[in-house]
């Protein structure tokens, strides 16, 4: 299968846990995405990479929030002590650098449960 | 601020009942619209990317279109398959960013 990858699919964790998100894109792609999505919600931005530079992140990413893309194939998120307020589905998405910025290539998300 | 309203929030249709769903926006300087379809417990699939107003696209049962501040989907004679959330993004063009900024969706649901 050649789709975005993660993992894992389910976490519950308590609050003031850590936690950390794992996506690997479709191979070709050097372009990677996180976004996060509540009940009800579209999804809503975090962050960026272009191969292994993180070039965006949004202002809803607090400090507890930290992402990586060591080589510029897999990625992580971490969250440190998280909150019930992280409580999401957090979606990776990857695309090719030159096909259009908007169209996405989503994995089927992480599902985060903090108690 | 950028922002995208997608109407109506829900939407029950009999199967061939043909329909449309909107997606109101607004920001600075357009970059690009685009649709996409989630499925219960999926991520997001990619449909449509419509670049500038009076541009139309189509899949299937399937049509986008895009004037200067909605765009519309209309579904003609939909399919119990065709059953999802509809959702609306926007890319906008006059700062260097990547990010999408998405609608909460249409939950579109067709019965047989």
């Known amino acids: 299968d050649t789709g975005v990858s993660q993992d894992p699919r389910h976490k519950i964790t308590k609050r003031g846990q850590n936690v950390t998100f794992r996506c690997d894109p479709i191979s070709e792609h050097n372009r990677l995405y996180w976004y996060r999505q509540t009940l009800g919600q579209g999804p809503e931005f975090l962050t960026y990479f272009q191969n292994e530079a993180q070039l965006e992140k949004s202002r809803l990413l607090s400090d507890r929030f930290s992402a990586e893309r060591p080589k510029g194939s897999f990625s992580t998120l971490e969250i440190q002590r998280t909150e019930q307020g992280d409580s999401a589905m957090y979606l990776c998405?990857?695309?090719?650098?030159?096909?259009?910025?908007?169209?996405?290539?989503f994995g089927e998300g992480s599902r985060l449960t903090v108690l | 601020e950028d922002q995208v309203t997608q109407s109506p929030e829900a939407l029950r249709l009999q199967e061939g009942e043909s329909s449309s769903l909107n997606c109101s926006y607004t920001?600075?300087?357009?970059?690009?619209l685009f649709w996409y379809r989630q499925d219960p417990g999926k991520g997001p699939e990619f449909l449509f990317t419509l670049y500038s107003a009076g541009e139309e696209k189509e899949k299937e049962r399937l049509k986008a279109t895009l004037t200067k501040k909605e765009s519309f989907l209309h579904i003609t004679a939909p399919k119990p398959e065709d059953s999802a959330t509809y959702l609306c993004?926007?890319?906008?063009?006059?700062?260097?960013?990547?990010?999408?900024?998405f609608g909460t969706g249409t939950r579109l649901q067709v019965f047989p």
């Open positions: 920001v600075s300087g357009l970059r690009g």
């Open positions: 993004a926007v890319q906008e063009g006059t700062y260097n960013t990547d990010k999408l900024i």
């Open positions: 998405a990857s695309s090719f650098l030159q096909t259009e910025t908007g169209e996405l290539f």
